[in-house]
């Protein structure tokens, strides 16, 4: 897996929009961007994944790079149950691939 | 959205039992399941994989003899930590993997306790 890195801590307001960076400058052309998040004593929950163009999802949007080395995962409107570790992970996508997690990004939603 | 399960929840044991986990893929079928160990406030990290009907694959530094993983059926993994010791507490999390070209399925993790 290429090596991905994230902030390891980040606070957003409630109701405003938290925006997670991710570096990928490794990436191979047939890898997706992965979003995840684990929130406390959970297994992680998956968010979004994208290839190259932006995504949207009832979750969350992704924005990709033009050189897709690097990404920002958007909560357009944040809430306390928001809280948790953002994981960036870049995957070719097939379910039987190993996967490598970094330390992630620890989200706080401050009320 | 595919469904993994994972049983149990959390378990305390006394120091030298062994404790099983069962990772169950409710609505698919997964050939190839994955083993995880977190430590507080530590990222996942990946013990072992395993496919049905064969012997698992573990990563370096992890002891097969002491974490026995049994993939024996296309929607069932097991993870046994043998002769638990207190060092061996943590959040176990398994991951199904489903065919094709998707997202990962976790189940929800169990968090043992040895004392």
């Known amino acids: 897996d290429a090596k991905t890195t994230q902030p390891t801590s980040m606070d957003c307001a409630e109701g405003r929009a938290a925006n997670l960076p991710c570096n990928h400058s490794t990436i191979s052309g047939n890898e997706y961007v992965y979003w995840y998040r684990q929130i406390h004593s959970q297994g992680p929950q998956y968010i979004i994944h994208?290839?190259?163009n932006n995504e949207t999802n009832e979750m969350a949007s992704l924005i990709i790079t033009e050189d897709r080395k690097s990404s920002t995962l958007i909560l357009p409107h944040a809430t306390l149950r928001d809280t948790a570790v953002y994981y960036c992970?870049?995957?070719?996508?097939?379910?039987?691939?190993?996967?490598?997690f970094g330390t992630g990004t620890r989200l706080t939603i401050i009320p | 959205g595919a469904v993994v399960s994972q049983h149990p929840s959390w378990v305390i044991c006394k120091s030298g039992t062994s404790v099983k986990i069962e990772c169950r893929s409710l609505d698919f079928q997964a050939t190839t399941m994955f083993w995880y160990r977190q430590f507080p406030k530590q990222s996942l990290m990946l013990m072992a994989t395993?496919?049905?009907?064969?012997?698992?694959?573990?990563e370096q530094g992890v002891e097969k003899d002491k974490f026995l993983i049994n993939h024996a059926s296309l929607t069932l993994s097991t993870l046994t930590v043998t002769s638990a010791h207190p060092e061996d507490s943590s959040f176990y999390i398994c991951r199904a993997s489903k065919q094709g070209n998707t997202e990962a399925f976790f189940g929800q993790g169990t968090r043992l306790t040895v004392v």
């Open positions: 395993s496919n049905e009907g064969s012997k698992a694959t573990y």
């Open positions: 994208g290839l190259k």
């Open positions: 992970i870049v995957s070719s996508g097939f379910g039987n691939e190993k996967l490598t």
